[in-house]
Nanobody
Framework: QARLVESGGGSVQVGGSLRLTCAATSRLWYMAWFRQAPGKEREGVASWSTSVNTATYAEPVRGRFTISQDDAGTTLYLQMDTLKPEDTAMYYC??????????????????????WGQGTQVIVSA
């Protein structure tokens, strides 16, 4: 079973930037970033198909966040720019270990992923 470790979280001012990193112990087919704010349900942020380098973004972060992967395919990044207070949340890296095709319309659903990191906190202050 693969293991994921997130890092790069912190506290920033509105309009600032952060770069999150997810280190995996092995190459995986589908990976994604999720976030959960206090009192709210977990929501998908961005997903990545490692085989075809295809990204999917949630509407609230489109144009501000960028997901990417290193050449080895074991490190996932989330570049977050123009941060807003509503971006404040615990951010989690997730992966699907199955080789079964995952349609794009399902790649931001937490139920599709079976491996999760411990999370990294992001706080955006006004």
């Amino acid at each position: 079973q693969a293991r994921l470790v997130e890092s790069g979280g912190g506290s920033v001012q509105v309009g600032g930037s952060l770069r999150l990193t997810c280190a995996a112990t092995s190459r995986l087919w589908y990976m994604a970033w999720f976030r959960q704010a206090p009192g709210k349900e977990r929501e998908g942020v961005a997903s990545w198909s490692t085989s075809v380098n295809t990204a999917t973004y949630a509407e609230p972060v489109r144009g501000r966040f960028t997901i990417s992967q290193d050449d080895a395919g074991t490190t996932l990044y989330l570049q977050m720019d123009t941060l807003k207070p509503e971006d404040t949340a615990m951010y989690y890296c997730a992966a699907q270990t199955s080789a079964t095709y995952l349609p794009q319309e399902r790649r931001l659903r937490s139920s599709e992923y079976n491996v999760w990191g411990q999370g990294t906190q992001v706080i955006v202050s006004a």
